[in-house]
C-alpha cells in the first residue's frame, strides 16, 4: 500500500499488507531546486536523500567530496522539508559532515542503509552510520 503518513503505514500493517513510501534517492533528481521538491511531495514522495553518491549543490556524499557538508542551500532545502512532512534521508552523507543534527536539531532523518553500512569497511561508508532518528528535539 502506498502510504503518506505514518498512520497509514500503521494501518496497512495491522491489516496485513505491506506500506510502501515514495522515496528520492539524490535531490539531482529535482535539479537541487525546491520548487521542484513541491512537485515530489504532490506525487507523494516523503523520503529524500539529499545527495546520493554523488556530490550536488546540495551537499558532498560519502563517495565524492566528503569532506563537503551541507550547503547553504542544502540546509535550507533540508528545513523546507521538514517543513512539508518529508524525512531526509542521511545515509549518504558521511556524518561528519552533514550537519544534519547540529545545524538543523527539528530535523525528521532516517537512514535507509544502516544495516548494510555496518557490514562495509570503507571509512567514508562506516561513518556514515547515523541514528534513524535525533531524539533530542
Known amino acids: 500500500v502506498l502510504c503518506r503518513t505514518g498512520d497509514e503505514a500503521n494501518a496497512a500493517v495491522r491489516s496485513g499488507r505491506m506500506a510502501a513510501f515514495l522515496s ?4 539531482d533528481l529535482l535539479d537541487c531546486k525546491v520548487e521542484n521538491l513541491y512537485t515530489a511531495v504532490d506525487w507523494g ?18 563517495a565524492e567530496e566528503p569532506d563537503r557538508g551541507l550547503s547553504v542551500q542544502g540546509r535550507d532545502f533540508i528545513r523546507e522539508m521538514e517543513r512539508l512532512g ?6 549518504h552523507l558521511r556524518r561528519t559532515s552533514s550537519g544534519v543534527k547540529s545545524s538543523l536539531p527539528q530535523c525528521q532523518v532516517m537512514n535507509s542503509n544502516y544495516f548494510e553500512n555496518l557490514a562495509l569497511t570503507h571509512k ?10 535525533y531524539n533530542d528535539r
Open 45 to 62: 514522495v516523503r523520503l529524500l536523500n539529499p545527495v546520493w553518491n554523488n556530490a550536488n549543490a546540495l551537499s558532498g556524499s560519502c
Open 86 to 91: 518529508v524525512y531526509a534521508d542521511v545515509s
Open 24 to 27: 528520492v534517492e539524490g535531490a
Open 124 to 133: 567514508a561508508a562506516r561513518d556514515n552510520v547515523m541514528c534513524l532518528d
